[in-house]
């Protein structure tokens, strides 16, 4: 049987609990909490006094702070990319409406929610440049993104296990931020979507520790090849108005480091937590070349962890058109 055919075999074994992983997992729509829970109600009389108390403590954050919250809901924003992707995914069928294509559906029903509470937020701040974040959003749709998965099912889930966790990560960084400088609200924004991001990850995790149990060596062989290939961050191709493809991401990457939402040292504990969370040292019945990939991947982060203390974060930030430093 081919490598292709038993992806599809151990996705459709997995696909019989699927609605136990939604229940789980996920929570319904009528008792999840919604963006206007946390904006100013524009049905109430106090609107724009809810409006200009908003705006006033804004004000107090800094450039590279904004810099971070606009890339964070760009990021969250592009969506539609990230679905359409999963939607292809070796075992997932939106066309017969199986399991899988239901769960999709509704984890992008949950995330969904984080774009547009952030997007009415820097809409309300009065901080940022609307339009042109509006035109990197639609850059970034357009472009789409290339994660290195391929349709495997099992490299798209350790993806998603990771991603999940770094965006738990960035999104608990700017909760912890904002409180720093004063802005409650926004912080409790972020803190409600970092809870739905570690609840997401614990859900992806699961499915590969499933495929582990079922197919554990060639689950370890795709986890090394998405460790040795590196987790590319899904607005890889952010980019500006005018501009093609090119250092963005990096320079927002640079303004994330600068304050540390999200650093290269991040990325190694993230790896870290996995290969404990999977248990790799423990896994057994492997074939000569994933025990191999084992070995890999258990010296990987500390190679990686020096590595990262080598690199050395430009102390300039970069003037994005997003934000204008003039009016902070």
Known sequence: MSIKNIRLEVMQFLEKNVDSFVDQYLIPVEKIWQP?????????????????ELREIAKELPYDFWVTLVGDTITEEALPTYESWLMDVEGIDNVERNGWSKWIRQWTGEENRHGDLLSKYLYLSGRVNMREVEMTTQHLINDGFDIGTGRDPYKNFVYTSFQELATYVSHNRVAQMAKKYGDNKLSKMCKMIAGDEMRHHHAYSEFVTRIFQVDPSEMMLAFQYMMKAKIVMPAHFLRESGEKISTAFEQFSDSAQRIGVYTAADYVDIMQKLIDKWEIDKITGLTDEAEKARDYLMKLPGRMAKISERLVIPQESHIFKWVEPARL
């Open 36 to 52: 206007t829970d946390f904006l100013p109600n524009s049905q109430s009389d106090t609107f724009f006094d809810e409006v200009k």
